[in-house]
């Protein structure tokens, strides 16, 4: 029976061992969803102040944007009282066909976002498939000659200028 004693003791041990691990594996566990919880609590607060800051970055242009577009109702409707004498709209309509006809003879395409001292555009040669850009400073001197020089040169760069200057001497 004394061996039956120790075999008793030994179940003891190992069942309270058993039990232990079982205790120490159920903390671990618990433990591990706990910090599972706590890395998804601080990954949705992360994404929660960055939505916050997006809304309030976003408020302010909605803001922003109001206060501009009140800004230009305001302006709208102050040109709503605004007329064009029929003489500057005859003066206007002229000056549209001029245009029209200038750009289709001379293929001319002008960039009015260029400030008032500068030409600039480009011209276009269907011909030679090609758009040649340019950028005047007519207040450094150049002039209309230079621009109807990119013009032949761009459209037929082997044909001679047709002006008494330039013309051949036979």
Avoid at 80 to 98: F, G, H, M, Y
Avoid at 137 to 161: I, K, N, Y
Wanted: net charge negative.
């Amino acid at each position: 029976m004394v061996m039956d004693t120790k075999d008793q003791w030994f179940v003891n041990v190992v069942d309270q061992l058993d039990e232990f691990c079982k205790r120490v594996d159920e903390k671990i566990d618990k433990e591990q969803q706990q910090l599972k919880a706590s890395k998804k609590k601080t990954e949705l607060e992360t994404k929660l102040a960055q939505e916050m800051k997006l809304h309030n970055e976003l408020t302010d242009r909605l803001a922003e944007l109001s206060r501009r577009g009140s800004e230009l109702d305001r302006v709208c409707a102050s040109f709503e009282n605004v007329t064009i004498a029929e003489s500057d709209r005859n003066r206007l309509d002229n000056a549209k066909e001029t245009y029209q006809l200038a750009k289709e003879l001379t293929n001319i395409r002008l960039d009015f976002s260029a400030p008032s001292h500068i030409a600039k555009g480009y011209i276009k040669s269907e011909s030679r498939k090609l758009l040649q850009p340019f950028e005047l400073d007519m207040s450094s001197g150049a002039d209309s000659g230079a621009l109807w020089s990119l013009v032949q040169s761009t459209a037929a760069p082997g044909w001679p200028f047709t002006d008494k200057e330039n013309r051949p001497h036979n």
